[in-house]
């Protein structure tokens, strides 16, 4: 079975005069595209000075089924349901746990998907002279699924995944060991009132990899939802000051007052 | 495997734009559709 083609990519150096010390994978959300989560950049940029890093940011393979400009990692638009997310796994019907193999397998599933992408990993670091200690994988929503994913089945460890509303497809410990070959540390940063991927899912995304010996932190974000809108601004700064927090060894001090100064206006 | 070469950006302008959007607001919708379709079922 053919692994997706990756078609188009975009990077950015924030220091084009130095030589970069770290090397930021970016994944977008399903619908979204390389430029959607490259805004995330100017956020991260006002938090890190002294960390000179390359933002790498693909496109993801399969056009979405209704945006011309938007694009899936595996096919979610013909098996999303809102309870996949928010019920244990165990306790779905053999009709939706048909959903989450869709997802899963297949020429248009997250395991092909983290095929295709661990090699174009390589070819970044290879390309920009990184390796994998010095490599964070950062998805949002569809992107942290596929984050999780291309992390723990990728053959060296990266120094983090970083998903932020999303979870591991599915969250199941049985799939997950059939999957699972390295452990990377992983940072899941998730609104408790998401309504898209329910919180929930985090959690138990949290539960299998702790049990399974991984170092995983939960960022739960109290009130916050999946990450749309002028309310989620502070959701999106916290996840650039906890990004930061793992980018660079210390965040400048300046910055952190101003977030904070800012969180407590509101 | 043989990747394109990648496009290099090297300015982004000063905005409030906030991360993710058109992601957030596709999957809003795709929410919204599911839970139309069970209304109707139901």
């Keep these: ?266 | 495997m043989i990747f394109p070469e990648g496009q290099p950006v090297s300015f982004f302008p000063d905005t409030n734009d906030l991360p993710c959007q058109q992601s957030a607001e596709h999957m809003e919708k795709l929410k919204q559709k599911e839970e139309t379709r069970q209304n109707a079922d139901t």
């Design chain 1, 1 to 266: 079975m053919p692994t997706p083609e990756l078609k188009n990519w975009k990077y950015y150096i924030a220091d084009p005069s130095k030589k970069p010390s770290l090397l930021f994978l970016m994944l977008h959300g399903c619908g979204g595209n390389a430029d959607d989560i490259f805004k995330f950049i100017p956020l991260l940029r006002n938090v890190i000075k002294n960390e000179n890093f390359i933002a790498v940011a693909p496109d993801a393979f399969w056009q979405s089924c209704e945006k011309a400009d938007g694009y899936q990692w595996f096919d979610i638009e013909n098996n999303y349901a809102k309870k996949l997310f928010s019920s244990p796994y165990a306790t779905l019907t053999d009709a939706e746990k048909e959903k989450f193999a869709n997802m899963e397998k297949g020429e248009k599933g997250v395991v092909k998907a983290s095929e295709t992408l661990n090699c174009f990993l390589d070819f970044c670091q290879k390309k920009f002279g990184l390796k994998n200690e010095q490599t964070i994988i950062f998805g949002y929503s569809q992107g942290a699924m596929q984050a999780l994913d291309m992390g723990i089945s990728r053959s060296g460890k990266v120094k983090k995944v970083i998903g932020v509303a999303g979870c591991l497809i599915p969250p199941d410990k049985e799939s997950f060991k059939k999957r699972h070959m390295v452990s990377p540390d992983v940072l899941l940063i998730h609104g408790t009132k998401d309504t898209v991927i329910d919180f929930h899912a985090a959690k138990q995304t949290e539960e299998i990899l702790k049990q399974n010996g991984f170092n995983v932190t939960l960022c739960a974000q109290k009130g916050m939802g999946h990450g749309r809108g002028e309310e989620s601004r502070s959701f999106w700064l916290k996840t650039a000051w906890y990004t930061a927090k793992t980018m660079a060894s210390k965040p400048t001090l300046s910055k952190i007052n101003t977030f904070f100064a800012q969180r407590q206006r509101r």
